[in-house]
C-alpha cells in the first residue's frame, strides 16, 4: 500500500515462534513457554480490599494525573528496599517508577543508543531487550559467559574491537534465559573493566529475590564509583505483573534526562496502581509474601531438574539455577529446537527455543524452560512428553541429516532476530 | 561525566517554563497552566465497587500479564463508542489499548520517523507531541490554521516543499493548545489532499466528546479510503487520566506492526485498569458522565470568556472554543508570554505562554488557557490578576523596548523546543 515506515521497522517482525507458541494459551498444554509467575500467590482479597479504601478515600488523587517520577511514598519504599537488598544506595529521589521493566528498557535504548551503536550483552541474552532495543538499530556484540557469569577476557577483548560500544546490558542473578548466576569474582572484576573503560551497564534484576539456596550476592552497583550502572527492578516477579509497575534507579545526570524521556513516552505510570502497592506494602509483609513464592519455585525446580534428569539422555546438559524462573538445556548437537516444538505443540507442551536469545542467531540446539507455572506432577507429565518427542525426532534423523536437525548453522546467523 | 548519550538527547532539555510552572502545585496558586480534568467528576466510589469485584473474583486474571493488543472486552466497547460519535467503521481487532494517548504519539514516532523526515502540523501544534517525536528528530514543518482548520493551500505549497513528508498530525476538534474545530468542508479538503499524497495522518482526538454547542462533525478518518489515517483516542479527558488508558485505532498493516512496537516498549498496558474501565461502562452510562463534565466545563469557558472581554485591553485576541479544555490569547505585538508569566507567578496565577506549542519557536506573544480546571469565581479572579500583571507590564516597558518585550523574535528560533 506503499505507505513509508521508519528504516528501523525492517527487522521488526511478527516471530513465527511467537506464532507456534499461541497454542500454550489452551488450558490442555502444559506450558513451559512463558515466564509466568504462579498467580495462585497474588492477593487478589488484600489488593480488593486496598483499592477500595483508596478510591473510596482518596479518589481524586488516584485517578489524576501525577507526576513522572512517580509516587512519593512508592518511591521511598523501593529505594529502602533496594539498598537492604542489592547493598546499593541510592536515594528516593533516585528512582523513577516505570510501566514494568520493558518500559525501563526502551527508555534507556531512547537515552544512549543511535544507530549503529555496540550493545554489548550476555550470550545468550534477555529475547525483550533484543526486540526493544532493535528498534534503535545498534550492533549486538555477544559475550561469551559461563556458570560464573560473564567472560571477562572475552568482555575486554570484545570491547576493543568495538567502534562506539555505548551500553552493557546484563542479568547478574538467575539470569534470563539461563538460571546463571554471576558470582562474587567475576561482578568484581566486571565492575573493575566498566569502571576503567567507563561504560554505561544496564544492570536489569527482575529475579534476584527469587533466591532458593546460598547467599546474596551484592549488586554491580555496590562496586559502581562513577556513577554508570543504572538498576531495573519489578514488581512483576514478586507480586503481580498485571499492574505493569517497575522502576529505574540512576544517578544524575542519566536519572533527570530520562525522567524527560519517560514524559514524552507516557507521562507517568498508572497513580492507582503506584498507590495500590505503597500501601500494600505499609500493610503487608512483602518479603514474606516473596518467601512463600520462593518456597514453591524451588520445589517446582526441583521438579523439573529431576524430571529432566530421570527423562532426558545423558547428552542433554541443563544448567541448576540457584533461583529464579527458567533453567536452559543444550539439546545433542544438531538437533533443532524449532523443529522439536514443532512435535511438542503437537503432544500439548511448550518451551521457548533458544536461538531467540541470541541477538545474532545459531544455538538451535537450545531451549528455555520456565518452571514457575506449572505444579510439580504437570513440570514432569511435560518433561516426559519432550524426552518422547526427541526420542522420535532422533529416530527418524539418526544421523543428524534429515529434517529437524541443524543442516546448516549459518542460515540461522543474522542481526537482530526478536 | 564523560557518559555518551544518544544524539537524539541533544535537544531534550528541561524547560525552564516547566520549572516556572512547579509553583502551581501549591493551593494558593490559580492555575490555568495545565490540562486537568475537573477531579471532582472522576467516580471514586464506582470505581472502588468495581476495583473490589475485580479483584475478589477475577484476581489472577486483573494481576497477571494479559495480551499486548489489550483486554478483548475494552477494545470490543472502544470501537462501538468510537464508530458511533466518529462515524468510522472500526473493528475491535483494529484497537490497541495504550497507556495513554502520548504512548500512542511514542509508538506512531517509532513507527513512522527516521531522523529527518519532515512532520507537518497545525501552528500552533500539541506541546507534548513535539516533545515525543523530537526524539527521533524529525523536521518540524508548520502549516497555519484558521478559525475552521489547516490553511489547505498552505498544505500543498508546505507538502510540495518536502523532501520526506512522513506524517501529519492534527487535533481537529477543540484543539489543544487554540481551541479550534475543523469545519466540515475544511476536513473533506483536507483529506482530498491526504489520499492524493499518500500520506499517512495521525488523527488526534482526545477533546472530541467535550463539546459544549453545534453538532458534532465526522472524523477525518470518515474520509480515508486507504488506511491512512490512524485515529488516538483517550478516557483521560471524559473519564479517569490517572488510569492512564487510551486506544490506537488503525487499519493492517499500521495495526499489525505497532503491536510488535507496543511489545518492546511495556509489553502490555495495565489489566486491572483495563477491566476496571469495561466494567465500568458494562454497568454506567459513561455518555451521562460526559454530558456532565461537559455541562461543567461549558459554564468555565463563559466564565473565562466573560472575564477576558471584562479584564483584558482590546488589543488581546482570544478564541472561542466549541468544547475541550483550552483557549488561546494573542497579546498585544511585542509582550512577551513569559515574562507576564514571571510577573503572574507572583500573584499566584499561571498559564502556559505559547511559544512552547510552536515546534520552530516564536509567536512569544501568546498564551494557552485552561479553563477546566477552576470554578467560575476562581478563573474571574484569575484572568483579573493576569489583566493586572499585563496592566504592570506594558507600563513599565511602553514602547516595547524594555524587559518582558520581545526584542529579537529570531533569538527564540530553533528547533525542537518542546
Redesign the interface.
Known amino acids: 500500500?506503499?505507505?513509508?515506515?521508519?528504516?528501523?521497522?525492517d527487522i521488526?517482525?511478527?516471530s513465527d515462534v511467537r506464532e507456534l507458541l499461541k497454542v500454550t494459551q489452551r488450558p490442555e498444554v502444559i506450558s513451559f513457554a512463558?515466564g509466568?509467575?504462579a498467580?495462585?500467590f497474588?492477593?487478589?482479597?488484600r489488593?480488593?480490599?486496598i483499592?477500595?479504601?483508596?478510591?473510596?478515600e482518596d479518589?481524586?488523587?488516584?485517578?489524576?494525573?501525577?507526576t513522572t517520577e512517580g509516587h512519593a511514598p512508592l518511591r521511598r519504599q523501593i529505594a529502602a528496599r533496594l539498598n537492604a537488598l542489592s547493598d546499593t544506595r541510592f536515594t528516593a529521589d533516585q528512582i523513577l517508577v516505570t510501566?514494568?521493566s520493558?518500559?525501563g528498557l526502551?527508555l534507556m535504548g531512547?537515552?544512549?543508543?543511535?544507530e549503529g551503536?555496540e550493545v554489548l550483552c550476555e550470550s545468550p541474552t534477555y529475547l525483550?531487550v533484543i526486540?526493544?532495543w532493535?528498534?534503535?538499530r545498534p550492533r549486538w556484540v555477544e559475550v561469551p559467559t559461563d556458570d560464573d557469569g560473564m567472560d571477562i577476557a572475552a568482555l575486554e577483548q570484545r570491547l576493543d574491537g568495538c567502534r562506539?560500544p555505548?551500553l552493557v546490558y546484563v542479568v547478574p542473578n538467575f539470569q534470563n534465559p539461563s538460571g546463571r548466576t554471576w558470582s562474587l569474582d567475576r561482578r568484581r572484576r566486571f565492575m573493575e573493566v566498566i569502571d576503567r573503560r567507563?561504560i554505561?551497564v544496564i544492570e536489569d534484576n527482575p529475579y534476584g529475590e527469587l533466591r532458593f539456596e546460598g547467599e546474596a550476592l551484592p549488586a554491580l552497583k555496590a562496586f559502581d564509583r562513577?556513577?554508570?550502572v543504572v538498576s531495573l527492578g519489578t514488581f512483576?516477579k514478586i507480586f503481580?505483573?498485571?499492574?505493569?509497575l517497575a522502576w529505574l534507579a540512576a544517578e544524575p545526570?542519566?536519572y533527570?534526562?530520562t525522567v524527560?524521556?519517560k514524559?514524552?513516552?507516557?507521562?507517568?505510570?498508572?497513580?492507582?496502581?503506584q498507590m495500590m502497592v505503597s500501601l500494600y506494602m505499609e500493610r503487608h509483609d512483602l518479603d514474606e509474601d516473596v518467601r512463600r513464592i520462593t518456597t514453591v519455585y524451588r520445589e517446582r525446580r526441583d521438579a523439573m531438574l529431576a524430571a529432566l534428569e530421570a527423562e532426558m539422555p545423558g547428552e542433554v546438559r541443563v544448567t541448576r539455577p540457584a533461583g529464579g524462573l527458567f533453567l536452559w538445556a543444550e539439546l545433542p548437537e544438531g538437533v533443532d529446537a524449532r523443529e522439536l516444538l514443532g512435535r511438542c505443540v503437537a503432544r500439548d507442551v511448550a518451551f521457548v527455543p533458544g536461538e531467540a536469545f541470541f541477538p545474532n542467531g545459531g544455538h538451535r540446539n537450545t531451549m528455555r524452560l520456565n518452571f514457575s507455572n506449572m505444579p510439580p506432577e504437570r513440570i514432569a507429565a511435560g518433561i516426559r512428553r519432550i524426552a518422547g518427542a526427541l526420542a522420535e525426532l532422533r529416530e527418524q534423523a539418526p544421523c543428524g541429516a534429515a529434517a529437524g536437525f541443524v543442516r546448516d548453522e549459518s542460515a540461522a546467523q543474522g542481526a537482530g532476530k526478536?
Open positions: 500500500m506503499g505507505i513509508q515506515l521508519a528504516r528501523r521497522m521488526l517482525k511478527a512463558g509466568l509467575p498467580p495462585e497474588f492477593p487478589g482479597e489488593l480488593a480490599a483499592a477500595r479504601e483508596i478510591l473510596s479518589g481524586a488523587r488516584a485517578l489524576q494525573y501525577s510501566a514494568g520493558q518500559q526502551d531512547k537515552l544512549f543508543l543511535d551503536d525483550s526486540g526493544s532493535n528498534v534503535f562506539r555505548k567507563g554505561p562513577r556513577g554508570l512483576s503481580c505483573p498485571g499492574l505493569r545526570p542519566l533527570e534526562k524527560i524521556l514524559q514524552g513516552t507516557d507521562l507517568h505510570t498508572s497513580t492507582l496502581s526478536p
